[in-house]
């Protein structure tokens, strides 16, 4: 099976620039964010964009423009989104040093706090503002490898002490509510978002009736997933509107409850849209064929992190299919982008299409064995331009101090 792309090989040779290298499809990004957008409009409803997922300006400013909020963990990522709105921005941050909340508050960031002992050190420095949130990580039966299961995950806080927050805020006069939960990442299980949110919607209603507490927004977090195997479903976007609007009446409007409902969905938004360019150099036949490339681990972590699997697109018009591992130049062996997969046969120089890396990507990029930051590209009009420049030679050396380094 088939992904699309597009543009085209002619186009991409067109790219004055060595590979790898980054190319978000302008058009693409924009169209998840709208089917998001219709999916809620029954509700009032906000996507919140994880910046973790693509911090680049040139996709946070065409997210801001197309009314987008942006949700931030980091010093960093708060400096990224400060030419959002204010009330445009979620901070929610785990293990938080106070500098980070300064700057969240200095921007009236909506703070989202991760556990009690945050609530009394950030009161103690700055004051409460009026709007405040709380993670709940509740003691369900779903999560996964990427965010951890209930009894193993070191964000939010269990529900005994999600209701003593509460109280507490409410004793230091905040006046606006919210309640955050990032349950699940990447699912592709209607059944198991909808069950996540519906305990979000329940946990409100708790917190109403014990508390007199009444939300003024549900944070439904992230986690919708996207189908990087063609072979998987892609998320049903409908039914889930379908039931979440059928709970909200039953639990929610049926008790005068009538929060907003806010969502952080980066990867379902930007990651089909991102494609990672890379060039065969080498051939190694051995136990396998081996098809060295130049893009690595350091350029797209996911498969050797995760084992996830990424789609490869083999630009070339060969019909015969051969089986190959396709391996960068780290210096480890789990520096793979495929294991065992069936694959057009590849030539050196052949180029090479990773498919949906438009979320936790880049971001996720580092300088391990000297390794340097790739370029990124947008694809918009039928034109690339290019949006973030490749890390340098001398900017690698530029933090080190000592001897002088010559290159």
């Known amino acids: 099976m088939n992904k699309i792309i597009p543009f085209s090989l002619n186009e991409i040779k067109k790219i004055k ?10 058009k693409g990004i924009i169209s998840s964010l709208n089917e998001l957008k219709n999916s809620f409009n029954w509700c ?9 997922a693509t911090p680049t300006p040139y996709i946070l400013n065409l997210l801001k423009k197309n009314e987008c909020g942006m949700d931030c963990s980091s010093l960093t990522e708060l400096l990224l989104a400060q030419c959002i709105d204010s009330k445009d921005i979620m901070f929610t941050s785990n293990n938080t040093p106070m500098k980070e909340y300064q700057k969240a508050k200095e921007l009236n960031a909506i703070i989202n706090f991760d556990d009690i002992d945050h609530i009394d050190k950030f009161n103690k420095k700055f004051g409460m503002p009026k709007i405040a949130s709380i993670r709940y990580t509740p003691n369900n039966i779903y999560g996964n490898k990427i965010i951890g299961f209930s009894e193993n995950s070191k964000f939010g806080m269990p529900l005994e002490k999600l ?4 109280q507490k805020l409410k004793n230091l006069n905040v006046k606006i509510f919210g309640l955050h939960g990032m349950l699940v990442s990447n699912s592709l299980n209607e059944i198991e ?3 996540n949110i519906e305990l979000l919607f329940k946990t409100a209603k708790k917190i109403k009736d014990e508390l007199n507490i009444n939300l003024k927004f ?25 039931e979440l609007k059928k709970l909200y009446k039953e639990i929610l409007e049926k008790n005068n409850i ?9 990867r379902y938004v930007t990651g089909p849209h991102g494609y990672l360019i890379t060039k065969v150099l080498h051939i190694k036949k051995s136990y396998k064929t081996y098809i060295g490339v130049d893009a690595n681990m350091a350029n797209l972590m996911r498969p050797g992190m995760y084992g996830a699997y990424h789609h490869i697109t083999v630009l070339n018009n060969s019909k015969k299919l051969k089986k190959y591992d396709v391996v960068g130049s780290l210096c480890e062996n789990n520096d793979k982008f495929a294991i ?16 949906d890396v438009g979320a936790h990507g880049h971001s996720m990029g580092f300088n391990y064995n000297g390794k340097l930051r790739s370029a990124e590209f947008i694809y ?5 331009k290019l949006i973030r420049r490749a890390q340098t030679i001398e900017e690698y050396f530029s933090t080190i101090k000592g001897d002088d380094i010559y290159v």
């Open 163 to 166: 209701l003593i927050g509460y």
């Open 44 to 52: 009032k409803f906000k996507e919140f964009f994880a910046v973790k």
């Open 17 to 26: 620039h060595d590979t790898p290298f980054y190319i978000y499809d302008e």
């Open 380 to 384: 918009s009009n039928n034109e690339f």
């Open 218 to 242: 549900i944070d439904i977090g992230g986690g919708f997933g996207i189908p990087y195997n063609p072979k998987e479903e892609p998320l049903n976007l409908s039914l889930i509107s379908k």
């Open 340 to 355: 065992d997969r069936e694959l057009p046969e590849i030539n050196e120089g052949d180029y090479l299409v990773i498919h």
């Open 258 to 266: 009538f929060p907003e409902i806010y969502s952080e969905n980066g």
């Open 193 to 195: 978002i909808i069950k």
